[in-house]
C-alpha cells in the first residue's frame, strides 16, 4: 500500500527548495490545503495552528517523512477536510519540465503511470489516496525487534538521568541499562549531491581548486585532476553523513530536549581545532587535512556523547567539522591563501 513516506520523500528533490525536512514537511502539507477563507481558518492560520502538523515536535516530523510514523487520524482528517488538490496541481504544474520528468520517473517507481502534462493532477490524487487511508487508520503494525524497545515521545529517556557508564551501542541499537532502542537506520551519501550538502560540498570543491591554482572545480570536473581529490571528496561526504546520523539519532531516541548535548560536541570540536585552524597553510587543501588529523586527535571528553562507548569515533568527529563549515564557522580557503 501506497504511503504519505513514499510520496513525501520521492518527490523531496523537486520541491524541498532547499528546506530541511521538517519545513519541507510543514510546506508540503500547506500546499494541499486550500487558502484561508473563513474567519475561523483565517485565526488559525495567522497564530499557526491552521496546518495540524504545525504543533508536532521536529523528530515527530521526520518519522513522519522517514515513515517510522504516519500522520494522525484526527490531523489526516483535518487535511482532508481542507484539502485543495487543484491548488496542489497547479503548484506542481508550475515547476520545471525537469522537476515533472523526475516526479513522473518517483511516480513509476510507485506503480503510478504519469506524464509532465498530468503529474499534478496524479500527485494530487496520490496524496488524497494516502491522507485518506492515515484518516481511517493512524497506527501502522510495526515489528519491535524487541520488547524492551521504545518508540513514543513519552516514553522518551533523557541521557542525563541514567549513569553514562552503563550507555553503549551495539548492532544499531542504544543500550542503557537494561533497555534496548532501536535507532534509525544510518543514511549514506546519495549519488546526487542533497541541498543541505550544498556549502560544505562547495568549500570542498574551492579548497582542491585552491590547491591546483584554478578558478573552479566542480564535482563533475574531478575526473580531470588527481585522484587523491575524488577519493578525498568521497571520504568527506561519508564523514558528513556519520555526523549527520549522530544528530538525528540523538533527536529521534532522546527528543529535541537533549539536542544541546550535541551542540556541545560540535563546540567542543571547534575549540579543539581552531588554532590548527588559523595557522598559515599553502592553500586550503592543506588547511582542510591538517583541521581533520587534528580533530582525530583532540579529545572531547566534555560531551557527554562521546562516553557513550562504540557510538562517536573519528569518522563522526572529522564530519562534524563539515556542520561547522555549513553553519559558517569555519572555511577552508581564507582570504589570504
Given amino acids: 500500500m501506497l504511503t504519505f513516506s513514499e510520496l513525501a520523500k520521492g518527490i523531496f528533490p523537486f520541491c524541498s527548495d532547499g528546506q530541511n525536512i521538517e519545513d519541507y514537511i510543514l510546506a508540503l502539507i500547506e500546499r494541499l490545503m486550500e487558502t484561508p477563507t473563513s474567519c475561523e481558518d483565517i485565526h488559525k492560520a495567522n497564530d499557526g495552528t491552521y496546518n495540524p502538523l504545525a504543533s508536532l ?8 517523512y522517514n515513515g517510522s510514523r504516519t500522520i494522525s487520524s484526527q490531523n489526516a482528517a483535518i487535511i482532508i477536510k481542507h484539502l485543495d488538490k487543484a491548488k496542489f496541481q497547479d503548484y506542481i504544474n508550475e515547476l520545471s519540465g525537469d522537476a515533472l520528468f523526475g516526479i513522473c520517473t518517483v511516480l513509476a517507481g510507485l506503480g503510478i503511470t504519469s506524464t509532465p502534462l498530468n503529474a499534478g493532477m496524479i500527485c494530487a490524487n496520490a496524496f488524497e489516496k494516502v491522507l485518506t487511508d492515515c484518516s481511517k487508520s493512524s497506527f501502522r503494525n510495526m515489528k519491535q525487534e524487541n520488547d524492551n524497545e521504545l518508540s513514543s515521545d513519552k516514553d522518551k529517556l533523557k541521557i542525563s538521568d ?34 543541505e550538502e550544498t556549502v560544505y560540498v562547495t568549500e570542498l570543491l574551492k579548497a582542491y581548486a585552491d590547491a591546483e591554482k584554478v578558478p573552479e572545480i566542480t564535482k563533475e570536473s574531478l575526473l580531470d585532476y588527481p585522484g587523491k581529490y575524488r577519493r578525498n571528496f568521497q571520504e568527506q561526504r561519508r564523514y558528513y553523513y556519520d555526523a549527520e546520523n549522530i544528530r538525528n539519532s540523538l533527536r529521534e531516541v532522546f527528543g529535541e530536549e537533549e539536542m544541546d548535548l550535541f551542540d556541545i560536541l560540535k563546540n567542543e570540536t571547534y575549540d579543539g581545532i581552531i588554532e590548527v585552524f588559523f595557522e598559515d597553510y599553502e592553500h586550503g587543501y592543506a588547511r582542510l587535512l591538517s ?5 582525530s586527535r583532540i579529545s572531547t571528553d566534555k560531551s557527554v556523547l562521546c562516553k557513550i562507548q562504540n557510538w562517536i569515533g573519528n569518522s563522526e568527529k572529522k564530519g562534524i567539522c563539515h556542520l561547522l563549515v555549513n553553519e559558517g564557522k569555519i572555511t577552508w580557503v581564507m582570504n589570504d591563501n
Avoid at 515536535?57 to 513522519?64: D, E, L
Avoid at 583541521?291 to 580533530?295: D, G
Wanted: aromatic letters at 2%; proline letters at 11%; glycine letters at 4%.
Fill in 162 to 195: 541514567v549513569p553514562i557508564t552503563t550507555v553503549y551501542v551495539r548492532d544499531g541499537k542504544i543500550h542503557i541499562g537494561d533497555t534496548i532502542i532501536a535507532l534509525p537506520a544510518k543514511q549514506s551519501p546519495p549519488d546526487e549531491i542533497a541541498p
Fill in 291 to 295: 583541521a581533520l588529523k587534528e580533530v
Fill in 57 to 64: 515536535q521536529a523528530n515527530t516530523i521526520r518519522k513522519i
